[in-house]
Structure formats: structure tokens, C-alpha cells
């Protein structure tokens, strides 16, 4: 056999149960999903912010990060409302390095995916217990949702994923908001099928149960940005993009037109920097056109306490050890600024 089978992991219920939400946080959750679907079906107009960093390697800094970034969204709680990114699984283009917390919860160190587990969980616990602010995350790995479903309030599907039909199926039973990436090929009309199949109800076999869903009304597109065949990044978060995304939603069965703008990745070019001037283009271009303010909920940006990346090892606490983040000083600027330009 080429899979040698090491260890049976513990099942969804019986990790929920080991680690479970207190009715405090439950509570916590329930509103801001309500918050966050709000703004997906235009009920409120407060602009949606996911920030945080690329992946979510370390408790301590992370929960630092998010204890500052909280009395910033209290701040600007009128105007938006932030999700902290926690990434714990980290999508690799050759599949080697560094897949996030979840597989190796010391970085330095070989997987562990039980330790990963409840890593994960107490690393979301204690992000909610101390500041009340429940997160996003990418859904890498379909068959893994039951160990999150009850704590994230919004999940990513990246450009690699959102053309699998697993992903558009399981996405079609959350109750939260779920953001289809474009493919790294740029193509819209992928994104969008994606989307219509998400939002529609489906049957299929799912962790060795055969399941059926109704469908979630709050997927939406996300524009991260392309490669062309040379392997030059492309953006795609311009107001002539916005304005293309918007003719091709009108012509599709999708109910809650919405998109959100990844700041960082192909947009950007990777240069973490780049991320506020884009966002600041972005909230332009809401301003100049009503039907782009309307289809454009958020931004996702990257960011962690200390600007730039760095190798596993060498030991900054608070940088990134896969893609460069903006520093915290210019996160806490940015979100201010935004907060007068939304």
C-alpha cells in the first residue's frame, strides 16, 4: 500500500467536546455571524474588514494581535466591522514548507495533527474569551469543517480549492459567509460557478455519511488577483474589474451579489506594502460608483505585529514565517483611515 496509516484522530464531536465553546461565547458568535451575514445581504452597510496574519503560527502573538486589534474595532464599530484572520492551514503552491498549525503546531518541529487539533481550538477559545471577536479561516480541507463549524464566522475558499467539487459541496451546508477566491488563472466565470454552487442545495458522500444540504445564500466572490501563463501576477481590484465582476453577477441565478478584495496575494504582487494603497483604491472606487459600493462588502489584508516575514527559526515574535505582513503600526493607521473613507 502507498498510505501507512499511523494514528485514528479523534472525531469532530469528541474534539468539540474536549474543547468546547462556553454559552458566553456561543453567544458571542451568533451575533457576530448575524453581523457579518448583515453586511453580505445589504441589510447593514458597514464595511467588512478580515485582517490578520497570513498563517496563524504562534498562540501568544496571535492572541496579542487581536487584543490590539480589538480596541480598534471598537473604535470604528459605526463604520466597520473586523474579523480577525486565525489561518491555521497554510495551502503550499509545490506542497512543501510550512501548512500551518493544524499539521505542525511547533513549526520547528515534524506534524502532529492531534496536537494541531487542539492547538487550533484553544488558540480560537482563548482569541474569543479574552476579546469577544470570532474568526476567519480557509477551508483547505473540506473533511476537516467539523472540527471549526462552531467557532469561525467566516471562511475562505482559495484560488487552488474553489474549482474542487468537495469544497463547493461543503460549503453548501455553512451558515456562515464562505468567499470563493478567483483561480489563480483569473478566470471569473470559474468563480462565479462556484459560487452558484454553493448557493444551491446538493447530495453527496461526506466523511462516509451520505449528507445533503440546502445551500448557502451568503457565498460570495472574493478578487485576489492572477497569474498569467509567464508567471506575472495580474490585479483584478480595479473599478473596470468591479464593474466586469458586476455585468457577470447580473447575468447568473446568485442571490446576495457581494465581493470582497484581497489586498495582498496576486493584487498586490506579494509586496505587503502595496496592500494600502489597494485598499484605499478599492474604498475610491466605492465612492465614484454606486453599484461598485453596493457589490463591494470588504477587504482582506495581511498583517501581524511586526512587518516583513521571516524564516522558521529565527525567532522575531510576532513576524510571519510564511508571506510578509504589514507591521501593526500601519495596520492600526490603515484601519483608522478606512473608518473616514468608507
Not at 510550512?98 to 513549526?107: A, H, I, N
Not at 484553544?122 to 471577536?133: F, V, Y
Not at 459541496?169 to 468563480?191: C, E, H, Q
Not at 480595479?238 to 455585468?247: A, S, V
Request: net charge negative.
Amino acid at each position: 500500500m502507498s498510505f501507512e496509516f499511523h494514528a485514528k484522530l479523534p472525531s469532530p464531536s469528541e474534539i468539540r467536546e474536549g474543547y468546547p465553546l462556553t454559552e458566553e461565547q456561543k453567544c458571542a458568535k451568533e451575533v457576530r455571524d448575524r453581523e457579518i451575514s448583515d453586511i453580505i445581504t445589504g441589510k447593514s452597510d458597514k464595511f467588512l474588514v478580515i485582517i490578520g496574519p497570513c498563517s496563524a503560527d504562534n498562540e501568544d502573538s496571535v492572541c496579542e494581535y487581536i487584543s490590539r486589534l480589538v480596541k480598534v474595532a471598537d473604535k470604528v464599530k459605526d463604520k466597520m466591522l473586523i474579523v480577525p484572520r486565525i489561518y491555521t492551514n497554510k495551502p503550499r503552491t509545490t506542497g512543501e514548507g510550512y501548512k500551518g498549525l493544524f499539521s505542525q503546531p511547533d513549526p520547528e518541529k515534524k506534524p502532529d495533527f492531534l496536537a494541531g487539533l487542539i492547538a487550533m481550538r484553544k488558540m480560537h477559545l482563548r482569541a474569543i474569551s479574552e476579546t469577544g471577536l470570532t474568526a476567519a479561516d480557509e477551508m483547505l480541507y473540506p473533511e476537516n469543517w467539523g472540527y471549526v463549524e462552531d467557532i469561525l464566522s467566516y471562511v475562505a475558499i482559495g484560488a487552488r480549492s474553489v474549482e474542487d467539487q468537495q469544497h463547493r459541496l461543503v460549503v453548501s451546508g455553512f451558515d456562515v459567509a464562505s468567499g470563493m477566491k478567483n483561480p489563480t488563472s483569473g478566470d471569473f466565470a470559474i468563480m462565479l460557478n462556484s459560487v452558484y454552487a454553493a448557493q444551491h442545495p446538493h447530495s453527496f458522500v461526506y466523511r462516509g455519511f451520505e449528507v445533503s444540504t440546502t445551500g448557502n445564500p451568503l457565498a460570495h466572490t472574493v478578487l485576489r488577483g492572477s497569474v498569467n501563463k509567464y508567471g506575472r501576477s495580474l490585479p483584478n481590484y480595479h473599478y473596470e474589474d468591479l464593474n466586469t465582476l458586476i455585468k457577470l453577477y447580473s447575468e447568473r441565478d446568485i442571490v446576495n451579489p457581494a465581493c470582497i478584495i484581497d489586498s495582498n496575494h496576486n493584487n498586490s504582487n506579494k509586496e505587503f506594502l502595496q496592500q494600502i494603497r489597494i485598499v484605499k483604491e478599492v474604498l475610491h472606487s466605492r465612492r465614484l460608483n454606486p453599484d461598485i459600493h453596493k457589490l463591494v462588502k470588504g477587504v482582506m489584508v495581511e498583517s501581524y505585529l511586526v512587518e516583513g516575514a521571516q524564516r522558521i527559526g529565527d525567532g522575531v515574535y510576532g513576524k510571519s514565517i510564511t508571506d510578509p505582513c504589514l507591521g501593526w503600526e500601519d495596520s492600526e493607521r490603515l484601519l483608522l483611515e478606512m473608518a473616514d473613507l468608507v
